[in-house]
């Protein structure tokens, strides 16, 4: 196939990953990515892998056919580059024309013979678990950008994936998979991980809600739910307990320690007791509030040989025992293709859930919430993320806060308080609750 997609390229480096994709480019056989979601997270994802040889996108998933045209459109493509396809046959035409098939039926383009891996950008848990069981049963690999999904039913998903032959990955970019890549470099050398987390980006306040952030979020071209999930903290507890499940650290305490310290004092800080820090053990997630790590993300490790630290010392990196490495950036959703293309050629995941779940996404009730009340989703008005040890969160039968959206709360909950399965009724018939309930059967939680 001519792919008129791909434009000119600088020079490539006779290996690696660039190296393997230009050959593929080559060959007329790119990397297929159909991508579910064509907001803004979507509008990154076309554009970034129109920079790419040997990838392009098979599908772009748009519900409502209104966002996918105008992400085609900024991402310098021609105006008539995606068009509205309905079934398989107009997907396949569309797609060997060298054009982009805009798809309203997910299971549709999920399952069509032209994808070889599948992003979920759409940032819904419900969503996740409808894509993620579709994508695997599909016999496709799947790249979840979808971190609230992640830290509901990731467990499970790795899971069927493994048993499926394909590969559940989270992509890279986002600040989880960034610290999965420095945890690794660590580990590898064999120095124990005190620490690691990010620098949280916005401002913090707990109290947030959609109409007092709506006109910053038209300024930076965002939604104001999206906003305000950041802002009160929910994408941080989301974030950490996604590092967590994948590496076996865990929230020190509740809803972690969140110190203001600045990069030259985490590891002064985010280090045990003992030792001057407010970590009552080694080897946890948590985040800073302080200025100049965010958009950074760390990992702290501890190095007691007396030749390791002299080299450290040596590098201007410290007396030790506890060093900090930073990485200053991460690029969300521009390095997402990275990962679609590791998936599809190699068979590897960046970033991947343990077995068993070492945290929990929990929910603190923002407001007073009194019963009759129906829940709204995360970043809105009721609830907001709290981070918790796994098994805390079960011996206080907290729910997972993926599963709240549109629960009925059944007793008055004050603000502040942890919303539990003796106040609030979830819905049962959705595919996130099954795949949930399945996990929890599956590790021998069920009640």
Same mark, same amino acid.
């Given at each position: 196939?001519?792919?008129?997609?791909?434009?000119?390229? *600088?020079?490539?480096?006779?290996?690696?990953?660039?190296?393997?994709?230009?050959?593929?480019?080559?060959?007329?056989?790119?990397?297929?990515?159909?991508?579910?979601?064509?907001?803004?997270?979507?509008?990154?994802?076309?554009?970034?892998?129109?920079?790419?040889?040997?990838?392009?996108?098979?599908?772009?998933?748009?519900?409502?056919?209104?966002?996918?045209?105008?992400?085609?459109?900024?991402?310098?493509?021609?105006?008539?580059?995606?068009?509205?396809?309905?079934? *398989?046959?107009?997907?396949?035409?569309?797609?060997?024309?060298?054009?982009?098939?805009?798809?309203?039926?997910?299971?549709?383009?999920?399952?069509?013979?032209?994808?070889?891996?599948?992003?979920?950008?759409?940032?819904?848990?419900?969503?996740?678990?409808?894509?993620?069981?579709?994508?695997?049963?599909?016999?496709?690999?799947?790249?979840?950008?979808?971190?609230?999904?992640?830290?509901?039913? %990731?467990?499970?998903?790795?899971?069927?994936?493994?048993?499926?032959?394909?590969?559940?990955?989270?992509?890279?970019?986002?600040?989880?998979?960034?610290?999965?890549?420095?945890?690794?470099?660590?580990?590898?050398?064999?120095?124990?991980?005190?620490?690691?987390?990010?620098?949280?980006?916005?401002?913090?306040?707990?109290?947030?809600?959609?109409?007092?952030?709506?006109?910053?979020?038209?300024?930076?071209?965002?939604?104001?739910?999206?906003?305000?999930?950041?802002?009160?903290?929910?994408?941080?507890?989301?974030?950490?307990?996604?590092?967590?499940?994948?590496?076996?650290?865990? *929230?020190?305490?509740?809803?972690?320690?969140?110190?203001?310290?600045?990069?030259?004092?985490?590891?002064?800080?985010?280090?045990?007791?003992?030792?001057?820090?407010?970590?009552?053990?080694?080897?946890?997630?948590?985040?800073?509030? %302080?200025?100049?790590?965010? *958009?950074?993300?760390?990992?702290?490790?501890?190095?007691?040989?007396?030749?390791?630290?002299?080299?450290?010392?040596?590098?201007?990196?410290?007396? %030790?025992?506890?060093?900090?490495?930073?990485?200053?950036?991460?690029?969300?959703?521009?390095?997402?293709?990275?990962?679609?293309?590791?998936?599809?050629?190699?068979?590897?995941?960046?970033?991947?859930?343990?077995?068993?779940?070492?945290?929990?996404?929990?929910?603190?009730?923002?407001?007073?919430?009194?019963?009759?009340?129906?829940?709204?989703?995360?970043?809105?008005?009721?609830?907001?993320?709290?981070?918790?040890?796994?098994?805390?969160?079960?011996?206080?039968?907290?729910?997972?806060?993926?599963?709240?959206?549109? %629960?009925?709360?059944?007793?008055?909950?004050?603000?502040?308080?942890?919303?539990?399965?003796?106040?609030?009724?979830?819905?049962?018939?959705?595919?996130?609750?099954?795949?949930?309930?399945?996990?929890?059967?599956?590790?021998?939680?069920?009640?």
């Amino acid at each position: 196939m001519s792919d008129t997609r791909v434009p000119n390229h *600088p020079k490539i480096a006779a290996n690696g990953l660039a190296a393997d994709l230009a050959k593929r480019a080559e060959a007329g056989n790119p990397v297929r990515a159909c991508i579910v979601g064509s907001g803004e997270m979507g509008t990154d994802l076309v554009t970034a892998i129109k920079q790419m040889p040997g990838m392009v996108v098979s599908s772009i998933v748009d519900r409502r056919l209104v966002n996918a045209p105008k992400a085609i459109e900024i991402a310098g493509y021609e105006a008539d580059m995606g068009v509205i396809c309905e079934t *398989p046959s107009q997907i396949s035409k569309t797609f060997e024309a060298g054009r982009i098939p805009i798809v309203q039926d997910t299971f549709e383009a999920i399952t069509h013979e032209n994808v070889d891996v599948v992003i979920d950008a759409t940032g819904s848990p419900e969503a996740g678990a409808e894509i993620g069981q579709a994508t695997i049963d599909a016999g496709k690999h799947l790249v979840m950008m979808n971190v609230e999904a992640d830290v509901t039913v %990731g467990a499970v998903l790795q899971d069927m994936a493994a048993k499926k032959g394909v590969v559940y990955t989270v992509g890279a970019g986002d600040e989880p998979s960034s610290v999965m890549e420095l945890y690794d470099f660590v580990t590898a050398l064999g120095y124990p991980v005190v620490a690691a987390g990010k620098g949280k980006n916005n401002a913090f306040n707990i109290d947030a809600v959609p109409d007092d952030y709506r006109a910053e979020a038209e300024r930076r071209n965002m939604n104001p739910r999206m906003l305000v999930e950041f802002v009160d903290g929910s994408k941080t507890m989301v974030e950490m307990t996604c590092i967590a499940n994948a590496t076996g650290l865990v *929230p020190d305490i509740a809803g972690m320690h969140g110190p203001d310290c600045a990069l030259d004092d985490l590891h002064k800080t985010l280090c045990p007791v003992e030792d001057g820090g407010v970590l009552s053990q080694k080897g946890c997630v948590d985040f800073t509030v %302080g200025k100049g790590v965010a *958009p950074g993300i760390f990992v702290i490790a501890e190095m007691r040989h007396h030749r390791v630290r002299e080299r450290m010392n040596d590098l201007h990196l410290g007396e %030790g025992a506890y060093y900090t490495f930073y990485r200053p950036y991460h690029l969300t959703s521009l390095e997402v293709p990275l990962s679609a293309a590791r998936a599809v050629m190699y068979g590897t995941s960046d970033m991947k859930p343990l077995p068993r779940p070492v945290a929990e996404v929990c929910a603190l009730a923002k407001r007073d919430l009194k019963a009759g009340d129906t829940l709204d989703f995360i970043g809105e008005t009721s609830y907001r993320s709290w981070a918790m040890r796994a098994d805390e969160a079960r011996e206080k039968k907290a729910i997972p806060v993926g599963l709240l959206n549109k %629960g009925k709360v059944l007793n008055d909950i004050p603000k502040g308080s942890l919303i539990t399965r003796h106040d609030v009724d979830v819905r049962t018939d959705t595919a996130l609750y099954k795949l949930r309930a399945k996990q929890d059967e599956w590790l021998g939680y069920a009640s």
